[in-house]
């Protein structure tokens, strides 16, 4: 949870001077009319706190901080006062400790639960139901081949089975997937991945020689032949996030939009055309700039494309080894598939 807040809160605050275009750009600055303190209440994300104080809140790790009199200043609760403090003419932001309920045990501890960084609601799905891989990972996944008493579809407490050699063989439990899309590079057309979905998951209960009998522990669509059996992409919903910019990466680009939404704004969760083998990881942050338009010099009847913009940034979540989840965290522009990813520098 200690990154949590690295991951949500970070950002830019501007003080009053002179100075060249790079010192500028690399100082702190503050939002317009931003409070001197503020106190968390419920519902409130670590991102959102940030937002009213700075204007890149991932940049929250060189402002914060850190008192040694709380045991973990990086857990922030409802109740608490996050301030804004000034330390050898730098700005900080600080964190006083509020009033909170504890519960009436042995081992006292708060019974409100620590603020995520950020909505986590808005991930969750694509954090533990969706899945990208490559061609020979899926090729080579068990398939289903039908159900008990010949039927086609099955769900939850049903038995299926499966033929294949399963990817690891110490899992006993894993989930069934289905191909949802490829991805290809919009650019240089080169293939990315295969993104999956899970429909259920299943206990590998007997196997005969390639036969695997599944018994369905849960599902969420039906079952149906061809389905691949592969080790569960669920994993605890990452809520620690230590930001930085990610790297300077060619023909970065947004491949396509989560969640079945046409336009693309805060808090909407995003495809990118890169991975884990281009070093990129959960809390890489990066500036989405929209490409330029198109328009005709009146002089000379040429079309020119006018530069890209700066319009929000976002910042990895999930990232595969081709292929990654980011979450738009600001948006000042309409964002769209086909936009440019650049780091965001300081």
């Known amino acids: 949870m200690r990154g949590l807040l690295y991951g949500l809160v970070g950002a830019c605050l501007m003080w009053a001077g002179v100075a060249t275009a790079a010192e500028r750009a690399d100082r702190i600055q503050l939002q317009d009319g931003h409070p001197t303190e503020y106190v968390v209440v419920k519902g409130d994300t670590l991102w959102h706190i940030s937002g009213r104080f700075l204007q890149s809140p991932w940049r929250w790790p060189e402002v914060w901080n850190v008192n040694p009199q709380i045991d973990n200043p990086h857990l922030i609760y409802p109740g608490d006062v996050v301030y804004l403090t000034w330390v050898d003419g730098q700005p900080r932001l600080g964190l006083k400790r509020g009033i909170r309920k504890l ?15 950020i909505p986590l609601r808005d991930v969750a799905s ?14 080579a996944a068990p398939y289903v081949i ?23 063989e110490e899992i006993r439990i894993q989930s069934l997937y289905r191909p949802a899309r490829e991805y290809h590079h919009p650019v240089t057309g080169e293939f990315l991945g295969f993104e999956l979905y899970k429909v259920a998951d299943a206990r ?11 018994d369905l522990r849960s599902s969420r669509e039906e079952v149906r032949k061809l389905d691949r059996l592969l080790p569960s992409g669920e994993e605890r919903i990452q809520s620690v996030f230590h930001p930085q910019p990610g790297p300077d990466l060619s023909d970065a680009v947004i491949i396509d939009v989560l969640g079945g939404v046409a336009k693309v704004g805060q808090f909407d969760a995003v495809a990118l055309s890169f991975g884990a083998a281009d070093g990129v990881e959960p809390g890489h942050v990066f500036a989405v700039y929209k ?3 198109q328009v005709k010099d009146p002089v ?11 319009a929000g940034e976002l910042m990895v979540f999930k990232a595969f080894e081709r292929v990654s989840y980011g979450l738009v965290l600001k948006a000042t522009n309409v964002i769209s598939v086909g936009d440019e990813l650049r780091t965001p520098g300081r």
């Open 103 to 117: 519960s009436p045990q042995v081992r006292v501890q708060p019974l409100e639960q620590p603020i995520p960084a």
């Open 126 to 139: 694509f954090l533990n139901d969706n899945i990208v891989t490559d061609q020979d990972v899926l090729e």
């Open 146 to 168: 039908g159900g008990r008493n010949e039927s086609i579809i099955a769900g939850a407490g049903d038995r299926v089975y499966a033929r294949g050699t399963p990817v690891d």
């Open 204 to 214: 590998i209960t007997a196997r005969d020689e390639d036969i695997l009998t599944l």
């Open 291 to 293: 490409k330029g338009e």
């Open 300 to 310: 000379s009847g040429e079309i020119l494309s006018l530069p890209a913009e700066r």
